[in-house]
């Protein structure tokens, strides 16, 4: 259980979460596309973008999953890492890190601060791990609302990078 959100419950995911995870990536998809934003994710739903169905089982399989569940449904899921993906142009940190590869909630449960809560176990996560330094990158567009809510969860920005057209932003978080 997690103090900061009563009633969801964080537990390591894996393969078997997969459906899930591929219909809160659908259910954020539509939610950013009724609000106009078609260019953070585009406008195909996740699950049927080239790859994305092998994209989420590597995750849940190759990193470390956490699925974060409300009377034991789950609402979203988080994917942590030892770095920023290879894919993207972003520097690897010059110390160890842990590093927030994929993070979704629910959009039917929007103010439960599910991220938060999430987020909140990357850092408990990340002083287990003996570390002190939580990245994540994200889209920097439309107004900079996602890159808000990472500042409003305790991130810095550090550094911008562009993937194509996609404007994207590191943020970090230091841990004592």
């Known amino acids: 259980m997690n103090d900061m959100t009563p009633g969801i419950r964080i537990r390591p995911g894996g393969l078997a979460d997969a459906p899930a995870v591929l219909d809160m990536l659908d259910g954020a998809v539509a939610w950013m596309n009724s609000r106009g934003?078609?260019?953070?994710?585009?406008?195909?739903?996740?699950?049927?973008?080239?790859?994305?169905?092998?994209?989420?089982?590597?995750?849940?399989?190759?990193?470390?999953?956490?699925?974060?569940?409300?009377?034991?449904?789950?609402?979203?899921?988080?994917?942590?890492?030892?770095?920023?993906?290879p894919q993207m142009p972003i520097e690897p940190a010059e110390e160890p890190e842990v590093y927030v590869r994929l993070l979704v909630s629910d959009r039917r449960r929007v103010g439960l601060r599910i991220g938060a809560a999430l987020l909140s176990h990357a850092a408990e996560e990340t002083r287990r791990s003996g570390l002190e330094l939580l990245r994540v990158d994200c889209w920097a567009g439309g107004g900079g609302e996602l890159v808000a809510f990472y500042e409003r969860n305790?991130?810095?920005?550090?550094?911008?990078?562009?993937?194509?057209?996609?404007?994207?932003?590191?943020?970090?978080?230091?841990l004592a």
Request: aromatic content about 10%; glycine content about 14%.
């Open 37 to 85: 934003n078609t260019e953070q994710w585009g406008t195909t739903p996740y699950s049927q973008k080239p790859g994305g169905v092998e994209r989420v089982e590597r995750y849940l399989t190759e990193n470390t999953p956490w699925i974060a569940e409300l009377d034991g449904t789950p609402v979203g899921a988080m994917v942590l890492d030892s770095g920023p993906s």
């Open 154 to 174: 305790g991130f810095t920005p550090t550094g911008t990078f562009l993937s194509g057209d996609w404007p994207g932003q590191v943020l970090a978080r230091r």
